[in-house]
């Protein structure tokens, strides 16, 4: 059974750095782009970074460019996001996604999917 497992939410103050990871399990996922979106209460779900199976390429959602950077360690089957300079307006439950069939950044193209890590950011 595939499972995606999210960690490293939290509360921070604007400004501050938070680092999320997700873990897969259940099979490799090392030949697969793998990506992070995140929804925000009333909200639809939003991309927000991908990244291909090799590590490139990556593509990011324009808010976000500059501050999070996506990163993968295919030996541990994992994928990082790393954001700085956090701001209120990123206040979102952020998921990690994998195995997309068509767009990269469309969420209903993706197959498998974490439970989601809550991100809050205190102005």
């Known amino acids: 059974q595939v499972q995606l497992v999210e960690s490293g939410g939290g509360l921070v103050q604007a400004g501050g750095s938070l680092r999320l990871s997700c873990a897969a399990s259940?099979?490799?996922?090392?030949?697969?782009?793998m990506g992070w979106f995140r929804q925000a209460p009333g909200k639809e779900r939003e991309f927000v970074a991908v990244i291909n199976w090799s590590g490139r390429p990556t593509y990011y959602t324009d808010s976000v460019k500059g501050r999070f950077t996506i990163s993968r360690d295919n030996a541990k089957n994992t994928v990082y996001l790393q954001m700085n300079s956090l701001r209120p307006e990123d206040t979102a439950v952020y998921y990690c996604?994998?195995?997309?069939?068509?767009?990269?950044?469309?969420?209903?193209?993706?197959?498998?999917w974490g439970q989601g890590t809550q991100v809050t950011v205190s102005s």
């Open positions: 996604a994998a195995d997309p069939e068509g767009s990269w950044t469309v969420f209903q193209d993706y197959k498998h």
């Open positions: 259940g099979r490799t996922f090392s030949d697969l782009p």
